[in-house]
Protein backbone atom coordinates (compact mmCIF):
# COMPACT_ATOMS: atom_id res chain seq x y z
CA UNK A 1 0.00 0.00 0.00
CA UNK A 2 1.10 3.34 -0.84
CA UNK A 3 -0.16 6.78 0.55
CA UNK A 4 0.33 10.04 -0.50
CA UNK A 5 -0.76 12.97 1.73
CA UNK A 6 -1.76 16.35 0.07
CA UNK A 7 -2.87 19.70 1.34
CA UNK A 8 -1.14 21.16 4.32
CA UNK A 9 0.38 24.53 4.10
CA UNK A 10 -0.26 27.93 6.17
CA UNK A 11 -3.39 29.03 7.84
CA UNK A 12 -4.30 31.85 9.87
CA UNK A 13 -5.70 30.77 13.29
CA UNK A 14 -9.20 30.23 13.08
CA UNK A 15 -9.16 28.99 9.56
CA UNK A 16 -9.86 25.37 8.04
CA UNK A 17 -7.81 23.17 5.98
CA UNK A 18 -8.52 19.68 4.65
CA UNK A 19 -5.81 17.00 4.20
CA UNK A 20 -6.10 14.50 1.89
CA UNK A 21 -4.84 11.01 1.63
CA UNK A 22 -4.45 8.64 -1.30
CA UNK A 23 -4.12 5.48 -0.86
CA UNK A 24 -2.77 3.05 -4.26
CA UNK A 25 -2.08 -0.38 -4.08
CA UNK A 26 -3.36 -3.52 -1.71
CA UNK A 27 -6.16 -1.25 -1.16
CA UNK A 28 -8.58 -3.95 -0.91
CA UNK A 29 -6.60 -4.85 2.06
CA UNK A 30 -7.22 -2.06 4.21
CA UNK A 31 -8.58 -2.40 7.67
CA UNK A 32 -8.43 1.38 9.08
CA UNK A 33 -6.36 4.46 8.05
CA UNK A 34 -5.39 6.95 10.82
CA UNK A 35 -4.31 10.57 10.61
CA UNK A 36 -1.11 11.35 12.89
CA UNK A 37 0.98 14.40 14.07
CA UNK A 38 4.18 15.74 14.80
CA UNK A 39 5.05 18.52 16.23
CA UNK A 40 8.96 20.17 16.00
CA UNK A 41 10.52 17.97 19.41
CA UNK A 42 7.29 16.26 20.18
CA UNK A 43 6.66 12.58 19.50
CA UNK A 44 3.79 11.33 16.77
CA UNK A 45 0.34 11.39 18.23
CA UNK A 46 -3.17 10.32 17.09
CA UNK A 47 -5.48 12.50 16.20
CA UNK A 48 -8.11 10.40 14.76
CA UNK A 49 -8.89 6.96 12.50
CA UNK A 50 -11.44 5.40 10.20
CA UNK A 51 -12.61 1.82 9.54
CA UNK A 52 -12.16 1.55 6.15
CA UNK A 53 -15.32 -0.27 5.59
CA UNK A 54 -17.83 -0.01 7.79
CA UNK A 55 -16.91 4.24 8.63
CA UNK A 56 -16.78 4.20 12.08
CA UNK A 57 -14.44 7.20 13.63
CA UNK A 58 -12.33 7.63 16.33
CA UNK A 59 -10.51 11.19 17.73
CA UNK A 60 -8.08 11.86 20.55
CA UNK A 61 -10.39 13.68 22.90
CA UNK A 62 -8.47 16.87 22.55
CA UNK A 63 -9.61 17.45 18.98
CA UNK A 64 -13.44 16.01 18.96
CA UNK A 65 -15.30 18.85 17.46
CA UNK A 66 -12.72 20.75 15.18
CA UNK A 67 -11.27 17.40 13.71
CA UNK A 68 -13.56 15.52 10.98
CA UNK A 69 -12.01 12.20 9.22
CA UNK A 70 -13.78 10.67 6.37
CA UNK A 71 -13.44 8.60 3.73
CA UNK A 72 -14.15 7.85 0.25
CA UNK A 73 -13.66 4.42 -0.66
CA UNK A 74 -14.36 4.81 -4.23
CA UNK A 75 -11.44 7.34 -4.71
CA UNK A 76 -9.44 5.15 -2.20
CA UNK A 77 -9.17 8.83 -0.37
CA UNK A 78 -9.11 10.07 3.89
CA UNK A 79 -9.52 13.43 4.55
CA UNK A 80 -8.97 15.28 7.42
CA UNK A 81 -10.80 18.45 7.77
CA UNK A 82 -9.45 20.97 10.38
CA UNK A 83 -11.83 23.79 11.64
CA UNK A 84 -10.71 26.66 13.66
CA UNK A 85 -7.65 25.30 13.68
CA UNK A 86 -4.96 26.91 16.25
CA UNK A 87 -1.24 27.60 16.32
CA UNK A 88 -0.57 24.48 18.24
CA UNK A 89 -2.10 22.48 15.88
CA UNK A 90 1.23 23.13 13.74
CA UNK A 91 3.15 20.11 12.77
CA UNK A 92 3.78 17.65 10.24
CA UNK A 93 0.25 15.98 9.66
CA UNK A 94 0.77 11.68 8.43
CA UNK A 95 -1.73 9.32 7.11
CA UNK A 96 -1.16 5.49 7.75
CA UNK A 97 -2.77 2.28 6.80
CA UNK A 98 -3.46 -0.43 9.15
CA UNK A 99 -4.01 -4.00 7.46
CA UNK A 100 -5.56 -6.16 10.34
CA UNK A 101 -7.73 -5.47 13.26
CA UNK A 102 -5.58 -3.02 15.23
CA UNK A 103 -5.28 -0.38 18.06
CA UNK A 104 -6.26 2.38 15.79
CA UNK A 105 -4.49 5.11 17.93
CA UNK A 106 -1.34 3.06 18.86
CA UNK A 107 1.60 4.39 15.91
CA UNK A 108 3.09 0.91 16.34
CA UNK A 109 0.17 -1.18 15.36
CA UNK A 110 -0.03 0.84 11.48
CA UNK A 111 2.40 -0.61 8.76
CA UNK A 112 2.20 2.15 5.99
CA UNK A 113 2.70 5.40 6.02
CA UNK A 114 2.30 8.58 4.26
CA UNK A 115 5.48 11.33 3.45
CA UNK A 116 3.34 13.72 5.91
CA UNK A 117 2.00 17.34 5.28
CA UNK A 118 3.05 20.15 6.94
CA UNK A 119 0.62 22.53 8.34
CA UNK A 120 1.48 25.88 9.84
CA UNK A 121 -1.10 27.89 12.11
CA UNK A 122 -0.05 31.32 12.48
CA UNK A 123 -1.45 33.81 15.12
Known amino acids: VQLQASGGGLVQAGGSLRLSCAAS????????MGWFRQALGNEREFVAAVDWRAGSTVYTDSLKGRFTISRDNAKNTVYLQMNSVKPEDTAVYYC?????????????????WGQGTLVTVSS
Open 25 to 32: GRTFSIYA
Open 96 to 112: AAGLRSINVWDVHDYGY
